[in-house]
């Protein structure tokens, strides 16, 4: 069965320094891939999703994501971190083939970001 | 506009109690989705429609679960007879279509926190 895995439940960056968050899938059809951010007491919000021929993905708030096929990795990343991006990241997909919408999340990453 | 809404914010009830929770997509949106998210884990999917119809109701773990959406729009999802591992916290989602290109934009609410004492 499908599955996604974020390595590393929660991650600690200096404000500034670039942000790496780790997502890889299990399938061998690639599917489609997303990542979300979820600030406290709020609902998730897309941030990014991976589609379609391009495997380099631009976001909002200054995020992309690379789609690696060979290392079934969807990570995202963010060149200087700000406080404000201090939340839980979750990334999930979708599989292509499934004829259905039933999103798969991963466990979630709780960035902190420190001053 | 008004974003997804969910009613009760809070909700805390006794083991064996019947409860309801109510889901306000954005208007226009045909597609709706329910997830369960428990503590340190992510959005675990339950149920979505498109229209007034379950398209995949897979996800509900067992029969006490149910949800409906009888004219297409506001969904309540019931759980009979709850128990306290029912206790999480239930998010809705709605998308614009599930076909196109809006399909995969997902909006979700803020959640609706289900205690079960």
């Known amino acids: 069965a499908q599955s996604v895995t974020q390595l590393g439940s929660h991650v600690s960056v200096s404000e500034g320094a670039l942000v790496l968050l780790r997502c890889n899938y299990s399938s061998s059809v690639p599917p489609y891939l997303f990542w979300y951010v979820q600030y406290p007491n709020q609902g998730l919000q897309l941030l990014l999703k991976?589609?379609?021929?391009?495997?380099l993905v631009k976001g909002i708030n200054g995020f992309e994501a690379e789609f690696k096929k060979s290392e079934t990795s969807f990570h995202l990343t963010k060149p200087s971190a700000h406080m404000s991006d201090a939340a839980e990241y979750f990334c999930a997909v979708l599989p292509r083939t499934s004829g259905t919408y039933k999103y798969i999340f991963g466990t979630g990453t709780r960035l902190k970001v420190l001053a | 506009g008004a974003g997804v809404s969910q009613t009760p914010s809070n909700k805390v009830t006794e083991k064996g109690k019947y409860v309801e929770l109510r889901c306000d997509p954005i208007?226009?949106?045909?597609?709706l989705y329910w997830y369960r998210q428990s503590l340190g884990q992510g959005p675990e999917f339950l149920i979505y429609f498109q229209g007034t119809g379950a398209a995949d109701d897979s996800g509900l773990p067992n029969d006490r679960f149910f949800a409906v959406r009888p004219e297409g729009s506001v969904s309540t999802l019931k759980i009979q007879r709850t128990e306290r591992g029912d206790s999480a916290v239930y998010l809705c989602?709605?998308?614009?279509?599930?076909?196109?290109?809006?399909?995969?934009?997902?909006?979700f609410g803020p959640g609706t926190r289900l205690t079960v004492t």
């Open positions: 989602a709605s998308s614009l279509t599930i076909g196109g290109t809006g399909k995969f934009e997902q909006y």
């Open positions: 208007s226009g949106h045909t597609a």
């Open positions: 991976y589609t379609s021929a391009a495997t």
